[in-house]
T-cell receptor, first 115, second 115 residues
Framework: DAEITQSPRHKITETGRQVTLACHQT?????MFWYRQDLGHGLRLIHY???????NKGEVSDGYSVSRSNTEDLPLTLESAASSQTSVYFC??????????????FGPGTRLTVT | AQKVTQAQTEISVVEKEDVTLDCVYETRDTTYYLFWYKQPPSGELVFLIR??????QNEISGRYSWNFQKSTSSFNFTITASQVVDSAVYFCALSEARRDDKIIFGKGTRLHILP
């Protein structure tokens, strides 16, 4: 069965460190997305990609970067972790046509704590 | 601009009661897609349904039903004979797929089913 996985599931890091969260999907979807979820803010889009070598900024992209070197993976990097980046991070993927469907399928989430 | 409003922040009902979660959306497009997602206490985001703007048929899946009304820009979700396992946060979402493949999420409604 197709799936989307994230690793690690939990991470504690110190302020100023670089952190990379992995996302891997086997849906063969062109579109991939990173969100953060915080109380009171719902889901906020960080970065997204419509295909290999394509990346775009979402509404809360400052301090984050992504790269897309293949269809399956979209790692999210926090260049210099800040306490404000403590959050739950979700990766998602979706099709890019009516036949595939535009609904996004989500990974299990990564709980990141920056101390 | 596209927007999704879930006016009910939190709802509590006693088990076996019916409950309706409201969703109102705004879009300038004539072609768009609506979604509902469930986030149970375990934290994962589960896709429930997609609806296309050109298909106003209501949908029923077991105890779940969805009422899509373009005239009022609403896409409401009803759970019949609620069960404790229905306790979760429910998100309504909108995609203007001709514009881009992003999804705009509402803030969510937290549903408590009391035994």
């Amino acid at each position: 069965d197709a799936e989307i996985t994230q690793s690690p599931r939990h991470k504690i890091t110190e302020t100023g460190r670089q952190v990379t969260l992995a996302c891997h999907q086997t849906w063969n979807h062109n579109n991939m997305f990173w969100y953060r979820q915080d109380l009171g803010h719902g889901l906020r889009l960080i970065h997204y990609s419509y295909g290999v070598q394509d990346t775009n900024k979402g509404e809360v992209s400052d301090g984050y970067s992504v790269s897309r070197s293949n269809t399956e993976d979209l790692p999210l990097t926090l260049e210099s972790a800040a306490s404000s980046q403590t959050s739950v991070y979700f990766c998602a993927s979706s099709g890019s046509s009516y036949s595939q469907g535009y609904e996004q399928y989500f990974g299990p989430g990564t709980r990141l704590t920056v101390t | 601009a596209q927007k999704v409003t879930q006016a009910q922040t939190e709802i509590s009902v006693v088990e076996k009661e019916d409950v309706t979660l409201d969703c109102v959306y705004e879009t300038r497009d004539t072609t768009y897609y609506l979604f509902w997602y469930k986030q149970p206490p375990s934290g994962e985001l589960v896709f429930l349904i997609r609806r296309n703007s050109f298909d106003e048929q209501n949908e029923i899946s077991g105890r779940y039903s969805w009422n899509f009304q373009k005239s009022t820009s609403s896409f409401n979700f009803t759970i019949t004979a609620s069960q404790v396992v229905d306790s979760a946060v429910y998100f309504c979402a909108l995609s203007e797929a001709r514009r881009d493949d992003k999804i705009i999420f509402g803030k969510g409604t937290r549903l408590h089913i009391l035994p």
